[in-house]
């Protein structure tokens, strides 16, 4: 029985599942969606069940019951959860299915599925609200056009890399480096942008960047073996679902031929990643999804004129004891740069694989205090008439 027939039968069963619809009109009913679930996308769901709980709309026994990702009819909502598998194929079904439940919110992680969730919705007469996190780029994949240029019932946080001071590392790592190779999903848009900018950037600085495409997981080691084979003396890798949820294979071949692997997130060097760079805080882009449906669910703001937020802090981080097992030394230059760093199974920060972040909590407040802040927050995002004006005449400047 394969993998793929094991994920039909499963959305099976989730349709016929009890809570097929909101039992009660008064209360919302949202779905999380996601391409598939490792640490990181886990914080993200962290981020939101987090909120959600401190707003009152989960108790401690339905946390329990969500932490377990099942479903739950709850006294104050209801939550479905939806997972392809990392299946592109399966996500569409995955998709299409929730819509059938006619959940009040779509809360959508990664970029593929976010995409089938705008695409699906787009036309519907009364769409549910599609909240969307870890989406490295919601402009070049179709989401919307700009922050304020967008589908009035979508919103969400744009998760960007930044990939001009991210790619510079592998100099200060080694600057005789003069081949790179890259990994990414070919019907992925984040993996897409992510693997342009890589070349870009990295060609500006006189690299060779050899690229390699993937469909799905299984691909990724026969990518990762041709790009070995055509010299290339470092991988570095895009942001994007399938790559990271293969990360493993990637840094098996890797170690095999003494490469150091970098991953452009921060938290990657606790999932085997020599070097991690990039955006940190999976836990933060749930808190902002769930601050926007809060916020919209009690009258406070209008998704509709809800910004998308974007967030692409940089962290650095080395794994010592990867780089030991791939017999690279990490320059001098590179340490000085980390914010954090593993070394004899020990993180600097006292960070964990099941929780790859520092601190992935919310910060102790009052309710009131909570509410304030999280209100100030999305007041710097609001869409006024001047920035949807300025965002379409940048637009239209563009596009001549």
Known sequence: MNKRFLLIISLLAFLLSPMVTAQDDEIPTIAILALGYHSNIQL????????????GYINQEERAVLDQRQDLEGEG??????????????????????????PDALITITTP???MA????????????????VVSNPYFAGIADAPCIKPAHISGSQFLAPYERIVPLLLLQDPDVQVVGTIFTSNEG???????????????LGLQVERAAIVSVADLTLAAEGLVSKGIEAFILPTEATVASGLPAIIQVANEHGLPVM??????????????????????EGVIAARMLIAHWEGEIDIATAGINLQNDMSVGVNLDVAADQGIEISDELLASADFVVEDGQSSEGVTPGLPEVNPYLEDMTLDERRAADLAFLAERECTTERIAEEQAALDAASE
């Open 190 to 204: 984040s993996g897409v942008f992510g693997a342009n900018q890589i070349t870009a950037v990295g060609e500006s």
């Open 77 to 102: 909502i209801n939550i479905f959860w939806g997972d392809a598998g990392f299946d592109i194929g399966i996500a569409n079904i995955m998709v299409r299915d929730a819509l059938d439940r006619d």
């Open 44 to 55: 993200s769901v962290k981020g939101t069940l987090d909120m959600l709980q401190a707003y």
């Open 113 to 115: 599925v976010t995409q």
């Open 118 to 133: 705008a695409r699906a919705t787009l036309d519907m007469e009364d769409p549910p609200l599609v909240i969307f996190n």
């Open 263 to 284: 991953y452009t997130a921060g938290n990657a060097v606790y999932r085997g990643a020599t070097i991690g760079a990039g955006v940190y805080s999976y836990f933060k």
